[in-house]
């Protein structure tokens, strides 16, 4: 057995893209950290938003993948119960949690800084939905895609979708705040 078998090199080239895409947004909020800095609770609202995607789109792709696994899920995007319950679930799970993260980030602003600028909680969940749109359909699709190349979606997945996740969060937070500026 060697040991570059197939799930080492799914497991190496998921982590060599994740590091790549973790550079490509830091550098984009680099970019844009100068729009960002402008309002004070970005700073409460960034980690945890920045968490809330590859937690939720990882969770749906493994819920997929082993939907296909055990073969109650069919190898092709259908119009099956279960997955678009799962599909609906991540959704509004993720919509609750930018709300909550957007009331949290309102208050210790409010509170430490005496700002009122409810305005980020609109901000927290445009950005949410722009970025759920984004990362849900990545999530869908590509462990469809892998599982039918014979690839185990587990091993990939998890670091591609925080790294398309934290790339479409930063975007849709900077998108977000044009919105409602």
Do not use: W
Not at 3 to 27: C, H, P, T, V, Y
Not at 73 to 92: E, H, Q, W, Y
Not at 97 to 117: K, M, P, R, T, W
Not at 159 to 176: H, N, P
């Amino acid at each position: 057995m060697s040991i570059f078998d197939k799930d080492f090199n799914e497991i190496l080239s998921g982590q060599i893209l994740s590091l790549i895409g973790g550079l490509a947004a830091g550098i984009l909020l680099a970019i844009y950290t100068d729009n960002l800095l402008l309002v004070p609770a970005m700073f409460i609202l960034i980690p945890g938003f920045f968490e809330l995607r590859g937690n939720i789109s990882g969770s749906l792709s493994a819920r997929i993948s082993s939907g296909l696994f055990l073969g109650v899920i069919k190898p092709k995007i259908s119009n099956s119960d279960l997955l678009r319950g799962n599909i609906v679930a991540s959704f509004v799970l993720s919509i609750l949690i930018c709300a909550l993260l957007g009331v949290l980030a309102f208050l210790v602003e409010y509170v430490i800084f005496h700002i009122s600028f409810p305005e980020i909680i609109l901000i927290s969940v445009i950005a949410g939905l722009i970025a759920n749109f984004v990362t849900i359909i990545f999530s869908v699709c590509l462990t469809f895609y892998l599982f039918n190349k014979g690839h185990d979606p587990n091993n990939i997945m998890g670091s591609f979708l925080t790294t398309v996740g934290d790339i479409a969060s930063v975007l849709s937070l900077i998108l977000a705040m044009v919105i409602v500026a």
